[in-house]
Nanobody
Framework: QVQLVESRGGLVQAGGSLRLSCAAS????????MGWFRQAPGKEREFVAA?????????IYADSVKGRFTISRDNTKNTSYLQMNSLKPEDTAVYYC????????????????WGQGTQVTVSS
């Protein structure tokens, strides 16, 4: 079992930056791929980014965030991060941390563990 707790999001102006963190329980954090999804009001949950297990040699991003967001992990702290730069109002959503064994995936149904979500609001 893996329990995930996201850091508090917040309100940021367009063009600004914000870093989310996701703290995971358990002693096998390095065996899990970590990911981030988001859900805006009235929209379906969508993939944002993911990083593979162990050293995180593989990262994938949604086209909408590529070049602006960076996912990383620190296995010594059982924590993954989502650095969000050049934020846009359309990035406003509840952001969810996810985990699954080993490999990354962009399909939400393949992720078995979810955090409670944290609100990110980008003002124009």
């Amino acid at each position: 079992q893996v329990q995930l707790v996201e850091s508090r999001g917040g309100l940021v102006q367009a063009g600004g930056s914000l870093r989310l963190s996701c703290a995971a329980s358990g002693r096998t954090f390095s065996s899990y791929a970590m990911g981030w999804f988001r859900q805006a009001p009235g929209k379906e949950r969508e993939f944002v980014a993911a990083i593979s297990w162990s050293g995180g040699s593989t990262t994938i991003y949604a086209d909408s965030v590529k070049g602006r967001f960076t996912i990383s992990r620190d296995n010594t702290k059982n924590t993954s991060y989502l650095q969000m730069n050049s934020l846009k109002p359309e990035d406003t959503a509840v952001y969810y941390c996810t985990a699954r064994p080993y490999t990354v995936a962009a399909n939400a149904i393949k992720w078995g563990y979810w955090g409670q979500g944290t609100q990110v609001t980008v003002s124009s």
